[in-house]
T-cell receptor
């Protein structure tokens, strides 16, 4: 199947700092990527849809000024958690659609805010 | 956000047993997907279903797209220890990349050797 990577896999930061997470489609181009958040023992909750060359579409209740998304190329989307606080600690997962109408997920990024 | 109802919430079985889990929705979906997630990893696609009534197999896994388009089930036959993980269903209303997935609440599977 298609490969989606995320970097970093783990990040620990101090409260008030900003953290950038990258999502890359390695062997295909993706005009649309999605960002999810998953709390322990819970399901994936969609945060936003990232569209190449245009603004992201955020789900209800997700602060767009706090979770900045940039889809600068057909293989890269970034999620920046600004002024992170302990309640932002979570597992962040991205996904990307292939040209064959299949959605593949990245391995996730564990964010811990101290 | 919306979630699909998935049952059972967890299952603890012996190696070799068959497993069945299902997912229901109050609204119609045009695509049903089943994923498996290992701890600390992203979900991995197991089976995709695109047509009502469709029955699809992938090795020991079989999934069906319900006739009403409001449900789906996943069966695992002759379970083995590496089947351990969390299984999620996901539904999609429209086709194509702009249509987001709605995930189920997940089924935790534990297999005792």
């Amino acid at each position: 199947g298609a490969v989606v990577s995320q970097h970093p896999s783990r990040v620990i930061c101090k409260s008030g700092t900003s953290v950038k997470i990258e999502c890359r489609s390695l062997d295909f181009q993706a005009t649309t990527m999605f960002w999810y958040r998953q709390f322990p023992k819970q399901s994936l909750m969609l945060m936003a849809t990232s569209n190449e060359g245009s603004k992201a579409t955020y789900e209800q209740g997700v602060e767009k000024d706090k979770f900045l998304i940039n889809h600068a190329s057909l293989t890269l989307s970034t999620l920046t958690v600004t002024s992170a606080h302990p309640e932002d600690s979570s597992f962040y997962i991205c996904s990307a659609w292939t040209p064959y109408n299949e959605q593949f997920f990245g391995p996730g990024t564990r964010l811990t805010v101290l | 956000g919306q979630q699909l109802n998935q049952s059972p919430q967890s299952m603890f079985i012996q190696e070799g047993e068959d497993v069945s889990m299902n997912c229901t929705s109050s609204s119609i979906f045009n695509t049903w997907l089943w994923y498996k997630q290992d701890p600390g990893e992203g979900p991995v696609l197991l089976i995709a279903l695109y047509k009502a009534g469709e029955l699809t197999s992938n090795g020991r896994l079989t999934a069906q797209f319900g006739i009403t388009r409001k449900d789906s089930f996943l069966n695992i036959s002759a379970s083995i220890p590496s089947d351990v993980g969390i299984y999620f269903c996901a539904g999609q209303r429209g086709g194509g990349a702009t249509n987001k997935l709605i995930f189920g609440t997940g089924t935790l599977l534990a297999v005792q050797p």
